[in-house]
């Protein structure tokens, strides 16, 4: 259906408009026929009336019919551009207005008739009454026609058009707009509804809001957040299901790192190497899966210098242990944001685990604290892979990245994280060369002047 | 030294008590809680090592018997299990450390030897990283068998960064322990006084060096070619 708008809020409105015009129009007609009826009965009575005078002066005088119609009545008949004849017994005229030459219809009826008489050439239809003279003694009759369009119609149809019909369209306007005001009020908490559900993010609340809704509204968006909810059920079941599997993995790895740690054999320093390689990759789905389960605590309030510099400690022996370096640049004053001190961690974390796969020997890593605020982790490697700095194909995790074993799950974690905090990380090359990762967070107005 | 480990994955338990004993433990492996309890309640152990997911139990209702004992044993956790809660909870209810899966063994055996040394525990004797050896009590280091001048605070600062190898010492930590509440302490104090020990370390030969990580703390690590 071409016809009809998109949208429930048209539909409504084109169907008010339609129920309007139905609603004039109906009344409209009704006037009108009640107001025919009203002029039909006021006409007959006025035919009874002309004919009552013409009877009157209608008298048989020793037998001989005298029709002397008086002057007055005449005149009025002819101002109504009404006709009148009157007839004997034998339907010879007795007397007629002037110009009538034949009697309008027939007129043996002892019951009052009522007739019409069509259109004709250059002369318009006609309504009138043909009726027998009561109380004479000889049978007389008397035929009286008006045109159908009489005056009195006309003037009267007229004035109520000038005077009360114009009112019909302001009316009929307010109506409208009442409704289309009405029908918008009615959607609003709909389109808040629709706000809402756009907002929704993943890793974020996706829940609508139930409260102050009307109950048919509320049956869909209760139905939709059921359906919400059990939709972060099967996804918390494989978040569990992924770290119950990391934590699984645990034990054989340490297993076979132990045992790899008693071999003298150069190639196990060579697995042990590719152990480690596993082993973050384990730690990895697991904070996937801790960052995937949506219960960050993002409400505490952390120093970022603090987390910064605690999560570059943590990784300072393995850091150095490999021949890279690590430095931490942070102004005096504290850098204060809303989140969750363990979640802030190991988002730096990753990144600087990430840094230190592709920094080169004797390299630096370097971690600065911002007072934007903003943690930025850059490192002295080749850069990010051009598909991995498009921030819309990392969201919608199509990226496969090109370097080397975890990257991506470890900025999925960082950025699932900064989207939980209301922040958002940022990737870019320097011409160093080198990658520089901003994990920005929103500035909560806590920062004193630096 | 005799150490207790609990392990229920058998060839971890064995790689695990294979490594301490080579590292010169007396060490005794278990596989259920009620074998180590058994042991626990009639050897008088230095260290345990306790896995905390068993098939018999927790490890933690060992931990809180221990100490609801009185003992005060060492006890080193071993956790697959990564929310800090646990962690947490673990040292609340008188862990002493904790290590996560998986672990190094040598880490596992530098951590059982620093938990041995902490002061107050019995065992607190020489300190030794690398060619350093440092004998807190008398304030003594000896550097490749040589005896070293070090002043007061020099002495103080190895002796941190020794007790925690392995991990980095903040500066403000060494400022803390160094330094007393109503001591000026000058903005490039601490860096002087590393800058004085790095060097007397490197001419005396020592084959670990003080590594600064800017913004963030001092390191004892082996130096790197």
């Known amino acids: ?450 | 030294m005799r150490v207790l480990i609990l392990e229920d994955n058998s060839r971890l338990r064995a790689l695990t008590a294979g490594a301490l004993r080579a590292a010169g433990f007396a060490t005794d492996a278990f596989e259920t809680l009620a074998d180590a309890r058994a042991a626990a309640e009639t050897t008088a152990y230095d260290c345990i090592v306790l896995d905390l997911g068993l098939p018999d139990g927790d490890g933690m209702d060992l931990l809180e018997a221990l100490r609801r004992r009185g003992s005060s044993t060492l006890v080193l956790l071993l956790t697959a299990r990564d929310d800090k809660a646990s962690v947490v909870q673990g040292l609340n209810r008188g862990a002493d450390d904790y290590l996560r899966k998986p672990f190094d063994v040598d880490e596992l055996i530098a951590r059982i030897r620093a938990l041995l040394r902490r002061p107050g525990t019995a065992f607190q004797t020489v300190l030794a990283e690398g060619n350093i050896a440092l004998d807190p009590s008398e304030r003594r280091a000896v550097v490749d068998g040589t005896a070293i001048d070090f002043s007061r605070r020099e002495v103080g600062a190895l002796e941190m960064l020794m007790r925690s190898s392995g991990r980095v010492v903040q500066k403000s930590a060494l400022e803390e322990a160094l330094y007393g509440y109503d001591e000026e302490v000058s903005v490039n104090a601490i860096e002087v006084l590393v800058h004085r020990l790095r060097k007397k370390l490197s001419g005396a030969g020592a084959n670990r060096e003080i590594v600064t990580l800017r913004g963030i703390g001092y390191l004892l690590a082996e130096p790197r070619a």
């Open chain 1, 1 to 450: 259906m071409k016809i009809l708008p998109r949208d429930v809020f048209g539909r409504l409105v084109l169907g008010l408009v339609g129920v309007s015009l139905v609603a004039v129009a109906v009344g409209a007609f009704y006037l009108y026929t009640r107001f025919h009826n009203t002029h039909s009965l006021f006409f007959e009575g006025t035919l009874q009336a002309f004919i009552g005078d013409i009877a009157d002066d209608i008298h048989v005088v020793d037998g001989k019919l005298t029709a002397n119609v008086d002057a007055t009545t005449r005149q009025r008949i002819a101002d109504e551009s009404g006709r009148y004849v009157i007839l004997d017994e034998k339907g010879s005229i007795v007397a007629a207005s002037p110009g009538v030459t034949e009697r309008f219809t027939s007129f043996r009826t002892d019951r009052p008739l009522y007739f019409w008489i069509p259109r004709q050439a250059e002369e318009g239809e006609y309504y009138g009454l043909s009726a027998r003279i009561p109380d004479v003694p000889v049978p007389v009759y008397v035929q009286l026609m008006f045109p159908k369009g009489h005056i009195i119609f006309e003037s009267v149809l007229h004035e109520f058009m000038k005077d009360i019909a114009w009112i019909w369209l302001p009316f009929l306007l307010a109506i409208l707009a009442v409704n289309v005001i009405v029908v918008r009020i009615a959607l609003a908490p709909l389109s808040q509804t629709v706000e809402e559900a756009r907002a929704i993010q993943p890793g974020g609340p996706a829940t609508l809001t139930e409260k102050g809704l009307p109950d048919d509204l509320l049956a869909l968006v209760r139905t939709v957040n059921a359906a919400f909810e059990r939709l972060r059920e099967a996804h918390r079941l494989q978040e569990e299901f992924v770290a119950d599997m990391a934590h699984e993995l645990r034990t054989p790895l340490a297993v076979m790192k132990a045992e790899l740690a008693t071999m003298k054999d150069p190639h196990a320093r060579i697995l042990e190497h590719d152990l480690g390689a596993m082993e973050r990759l384990v730690e990895q789905l697991l904070d996937r899966a801790r960052v995937g389960r949506f219960n960050l605590e993002t409400g505490k309030i952390v120093d970022l210098r603090e987390v910064a510099r605690e999560a570059c400690a943590f990784l300072a022996p393995r850091i150095v242990g490999r021949g890279r370096m690590i430095e931490v640049i942070a102004p005096d004053v504290p850098v204060l944001v809303a989140g969750g001190r363990d979640d802030v961690f190991r988002a730096v974390r990753n990144l600087v685990e990430n840094a230190l796969e592709h920094t080169p020997d004797k390299g630096l890593i370097s971690v600065e604290i911002t007072g934007e605020p903003a943690i930025v982790v850059r490192d002295q490697g080749p850069g990010f892979p051009a598909q991995v700095l498009d921030r819309e194909a990392r969201r919608s995790g199509r990226v496969r990245s090109e370097r080397r074993e975890g990257v991506g799950l470890g900025l999925s974690i960082v950025e699932r994280t900064m989207m939980a905090h209301g922040g958002d990380l940022t990737l870019s090359n320097d011409p160093g060369p080198g990658g520089r990762a901003i994990m920005r967070f929103p500035d909560a107005g806590w920062l004193p002047a630096a």
